[in-house]
């Protein structure tokens, strides 16, 4: 864990770096992947395996060919949602390609929640989303400034957990990690991949597995057919997020722009 800690301020310290994809970042990142052994529950190996087996999907259904802008050797079709779309190249380091996949999941999920809350807010209040913060009737019981310091405190401390697992899968599950449950089983990651933790608390419908006799047993079909449609949906909600700022900057809302 104190190599794990070391590492993360190590890595913040470098931010600029890691964003030019530096030789130190680059080993960050390595280091975070080559030195893990798979996990001992891995139930989307075989799924995964037999997805990279079949035809690679293109994004340009009609071309099947065209080098590297069309058909990347070094996006094989085994991550969800995976078209072969990468014309900068940004994936052609496993390390990064991992980590960008990791970034776009995250944000994709803010996306989404963002979309769902801007047009219930509107209808529910008829302030645009970019008035409410400054609306008479806001209820706004701290000041900005209290306000973002908080935020910046409680999203830092969940951040950089966050930030921890993904080197040490799973070494943010312990008791002094989350306080406020008394079995941190309920915080482990139960399907064994990064970034869809399930198990009772992230999974509490049981749309990826099933509860039997106080344990969740992951489904890796159901799992893998969810992670397809995460995706598309969290792409789907960043592009309307963009077209949402561009339309704040003309003063228009989504739902003026629907006529609604």
């Known amino acids: ?15 600029s770096t890691f964003l030019t994809g530096g030789k130190r970042s680059h080993d960050l ?13 891995t139930p989307g190996k075989s ?8 035809p690679k999907k293109s994004w340009i259904p009609a071309v099947r060919g065209g080098g590297n802008f069309v058909d990347p050797e070094w996006l094989d079709g085994s991550l969800p949602g995976d ?19 990791e970034a776009e ?9 963002a979309v769902v809350g801007i047009f219930v807010g509107q209808a529910w209040s008829g302030i645009p989303w970019f008035e409410a913060g400054a609306a008479p009737g806001a ?6 400034g209290s306000l973002l310091g908080t935020q910046l405190l ?22 002094w990690a989350t306080p406020w449950s008394r079995s941190a089983e309920n915080f482990a990651n139960a399907t064994g991949d990064q970034g869809y933790p399930g198990g009772k608390f992230f999974d509490p419908l049981g749309l990826a597995g099933t509860l039997k006799d106080g344990v969740y047993i992951p489904d890796g079909e159901k799992l893998e057919r969810l992670k397809l449609a995460e995706i598309k949906h969290a792409r789907l909600a960043m592009l309307a997020m963009l077209i949402f700022y561009f339309e704040a900057g003309q003063g228009k809302t989504p739902l003026g722009a629907l006529g609604l």
Do not use: C
């Not at 209820?139 to 900005?144: C, D, K, N, R, T």
């Not at 969940?158 to 921890?164: D, Q, T």
């Open 1 to 15: 864990m104190a190599a794990t800690s070391s590492a993360f301020v190590g890595g913040l310290g470098s931010s």
């Open 29 to 41: 990142l390595s280091a975070g992947f080559g030195a893990r052994a798979i996990p001992a529950f």
């Open 47 to 54: 799924i995964v395996a037999a997805a990279a087996a079949q």
């Open 83 to 101: 078209y072969g779309f990468d014309p900068l190249g940004l994936g052609k380091d496993p390390a990064f390609l991992k980590w960008y996949r």
């Open 105 to 113: 999941l995250i944000h994709g999920r803010w996306a989404m929640a």
């Open 139 to 144: 209820v706004a019981p701290f000041s900005f």
């Open 154 to 175: 409680l999203m830092g401390w969940v951040e950089s957990k966050r930030w921890v697992d993904f080197f040490n899968p799973d070494s943010q599950s312990v008791e």
